[in-house]
């Protein structure tokens, strides 16, 4: 691996750090490469992986994709690489954290929406600029910032190109939870922390009935849920046995 994203690993939290602090993190095709390598290595670790944190490194999460590249052209490895590599994130088994500080702007929001859950400090800068710049999305906004915060919202923040904090993230929806910026990323942690003394084997099985049943009817999201079941983990019995003794 490189060092364009850092991984560290801790308890369960698997932790990817975007690491070009000097250009605010912008999102260019090596980052995605190195991004790729960890998610493949990632999807092959569902026991030492119990969830992942996306984040950014030094002054911001990121600033969005990298402007220079899209103006010189980029060398793709194959057509649609980048928005391929978000939605391999998005699918790991394993639920995935976007932790947003500073700014998330465009394609850098593009890839914080692959998370199942964003955290947000209350310094917070969501955006979609793609209107600002003569640009369409090709990422997944389009897609998924409506399932996200609704129609009407998506809509007003990608033709307005506005920039909304973590507080008005957090009240859209679009962030789950904002914390104070002097804790966040303690916050962060104790959030993953509470979320892993859950069974993993839940955890997993209940993001992918979520991925499944996403846009399904209430009658076919029932018999999807009904029979097409995970069943029960291989840590039930001794979690039961566990609470009896409480």
Excluded at 167 to 189: H, I, K, R, T, W
Excluded at 195 to 216: H, I, P, V, Y
């Amino acid at each position: 691996m490189g060092d364009l994203v850092l991984r560290a690993d801790d308890k369960g939290v698997t932790t990817l750090t975007i690491n070009r602090p000097d250009k605010l993190n912008a999102l260019n095709v090596p980052v995605f490469q190195e991004l790729e390598a960890h998610v493949a290595d990632i999807e092959a670790s569902q026991d030492s992986v119990g969830c992942v944190v996306v984040r950014g490194a030094g002054r911001c999460f990121s600033a969005g994709h990298d402007l220079g590249d899209i103006a010189t052209g980029e060398k793709l490895p194959r057509p649609n690489y980048q928005p391929l590599v978000i939605e391999r994130l998005a699918n790991l088994p394993q639920p995935v954290i976007s932790a947003v500080h500073s700014h998330c702007y465009t394609g850098a929001l593009e890839l914080a929406l692959a998370g199942d859950i964003v955290l947000a400090s209350e310094n917070a800068k969501f955006a979609d600029t793609h209107a600002k710049w003569s640009l369409t999305p090709v990422w997944g906004m389009s897609q998924r910032l409506p399932r996200r915060v609704g129609k009407t919202k998506a809509a007003e923040m990608m033709l307005t190109a506005q920039t909304y904090s973590g507080c008005q993230a957090e009240a859209m929806g679009l962030a789950n939870v904002c914390y104070p910026d002097d804790s966040f990323y303690d916050d962060v942690a104790a959030f993953c922390g509470t979320m892993l003394e859950n069974s993993w084997f839940s955890l997993r099985a209940l993001k992918k009935l979520l991925r499944e049943t996403d846009g399904l009817d209430l009658s076919a999201g029932l018999a999807h849920e009904i029979y097409k079941s995970e069943g029960v983990g291989p840590d039930m019995q001794e979690r039961i046995a566990g609470f009896g003794k409480k």
